[in-house]
């Protein structure tokens, strides 16, 4: 996926997953894994939104 682009329904643009897989690769891994493994139901996926926070003052992209 393009860097710019956004996917329905969150619209986090790609470019932020790409920068910022050291931080987020692991939890996003784990969640897919659990679904996949039918572990966890995507529904509360689907109804929920995610919010990442920086831990820096003045993070950059």
């Given at each position: 996926m393009g860097p710019n682009?956004?996917?329905?329904?969150?619209?986090?643009?790609a470019i932020l997953f790409q920068k910022h897989w050291e931080v987020v690769g692991r939890l996003v891994s784990k969640a897919c894994l659990a679904v996949l493994n039918g572990g966890k139901s995507i529904k509360a996926i689907n109804n929920t939104n995610v919010v990442l926070i920086p831990k820096k003052k003045h993070p950059e992209v």
């Open positions: 682009k956004a996917s329905e329904p969150d619209r986090f643009h």
